[in-house]
């Protein structure tokens, strides 16, 4: 199973490395690219109280800075009427998609560039909903059926490339409930420009450290999902892709405790989701890895275990969690059998945060370093 989806997803890399490669994206390097919350992206401009009947908005253009299609409801945080309870993590309001519902806002961009689209988004009722995320022809459906934290809000990172220099960014519900209200509720939508990154002599490793990665909320306490299946070359964390069936989560320091510089990966789905590059090898030569293996001090204790896959060997790195943000370095030696090789990392075990059990967490990964051995 591992290894029929390993060689299927290698297969769409080598065909989005060749495609980079021949199209290769405009410079963007000297360019301030805009980061931050969309206009209104965190719907606390409210619809006037004309368009509103109850919760329900009316008039297509009647939210601020959105277009609406179908059943949208304007949603504060707490209490509802009929008992449920919205948690709006970021400010007060937030819109919950009805059945087939959708929303969307038209944004100017940079042709060619990478972008990565952070949002909070959380089911409200039912078991399995999915939330479609578009921006031109590029779709990603995410299934929101996983929780993986316990306070409501996850928050997602969802990339893409800007095939023109405006875009329409859209968020739609695709499900049909039998209560039509049932819907994913969304509550900030922010985006970021990506830079390239680019193996060096000393690292063949692109984005080693995670430095760079989607846009980190500002109140944003719980890091940020990057989902699977996302190819290369629109991946929300440039250089890296996510294997499997769930998410690894992008930490950043102002929340969690990272080894190095300002942002990590937390390996939060055991070994149900894996993170993974394809690195560019000489056939025959060897080289050295090194990564850091630590724990984001947020409560996740135990005994954790990080396995690294690269070429013909495997490291099981084992780490003690007293959740003090500890870390240790660890390495592996290995010989390139191709022009392609393939690092892979994923946590052996699952873990719950102790005084919160409906929260994955896990071991952080960092500083991923492979360097050609002399
Ligand atoms: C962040 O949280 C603090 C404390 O809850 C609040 O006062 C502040 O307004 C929030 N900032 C944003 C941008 O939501
Ligand atoms: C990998 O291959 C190299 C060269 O053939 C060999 O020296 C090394 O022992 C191998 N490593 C493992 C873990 O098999």
Same mark, same amino acid.
């Given at each position: ?16 490395? =060749? ?35 109850? !919760? ?6 009647? @939210? ?82 996983? =929780?993986? /934290? ?12 800007? +095939? ?14 039998? +209560? ?13 420009? @990506? ?38 070359? !629109? ?43 394809? =690195? ?14 630590? +724990? ?51 946590? /052996? ?6 005084? +919160? ?18």
């Amino acid at each position: 199973m591992m290894a029929a989806l390993f060689s299927v997803s290698f297969g769409l890399l080598l065909a989005s490395l =060749l495609f980079s490669s021949t199209t290769s994206a405009a410079p963007t390097r000297n360019a301030t690219p805009f980061e931050g919350l969309l206009p209104n992206g965190n719907f606390e401009q409210s619809p006037k109280s004309s368009n509103l009947k109850k !919760t329900v908005i009316v008039g297509k253009y009647s @939210l601020p800075r959105w277009e609406i299609n179908g059943l949208v409801e304007y949603i504060s945080g707490g209490p509802q009427p009929g008992g449920m309870y919205f948690a709006v993590a970021h400010g007060v309001h937030a819109v919950r998609l009805g059945n087939e519902a959708l929303i969307s806002q038209t944004i100017p961009v940079k042709k060619g560039a990478l972008y990565a689209l952070t949002f909070s988004a959380s089911r409200t009722c039912a078991q399995d909903e999915v939330l479609r995320v578009s921006v031109g022809l590029q779709t990603g459906d995410l299934p929101l059926q996983t =929780l993986y /934290s316990s306070n409501g809000g996850d928050t997602y990172g969802w990339g893409f490339v800007a +095939d023109s220099d405006v875009v329409k960014v859209t968020f739609h519900n695709t499900g049909v409930q039998e +209560d039509p209200t049932c819907g994913p509720l969304i509550d900030a939508v922010a985006i970021k420009q @990506l830079q390239e990154q680019l193996p060096t002599r000393a690292n063949l490793v692109r984005n080693g450290g995670f430095e760079e990665g989607p846009h980190r909320l500002f109140n944003s306490s719980h890091g940020i999902l990057i989902p699977p299946k996302q190819l290369d070359t !629109t991946s929300p964390l440039p250089g890296w892709i996510v294997e499997s069936l769930k998410a690894v989560k992008f930490i950043g320091s102002k929340h969690f405790k990272v080894p190095y510089g300002l942002a990590a990966i937390e390996l939060v789905a055991g070994r149900e989701s894996a993170i993974a590059q394809v =690195l560019r090898t000489a056939t025959g030569k060897s080289y050295s890895l090194t990564f850091v293996v630590g +724990d984001a001090q947020n409560g996740c204790h135990g005994s954790m275990m990080v396995e690294a896959f690269a070429g013909n060997a495997t490291v099981k790195v084992p780490f003690e969690s007293k959740s003090l943000g500890g870390f240790k370095t660890a390495s592996l030696k290995f010989t390139a059998s191709s022009a392609r090789t393939r690092l892979t990392f994923f946590s /052996s075990f699952y873990h719950t945060r102790i005084h +919160d059990y409906g929260s994955l967490c896990g071991p952080v990964l960092d500083q991923v370093k492979v360097s050609p051995l002399p």
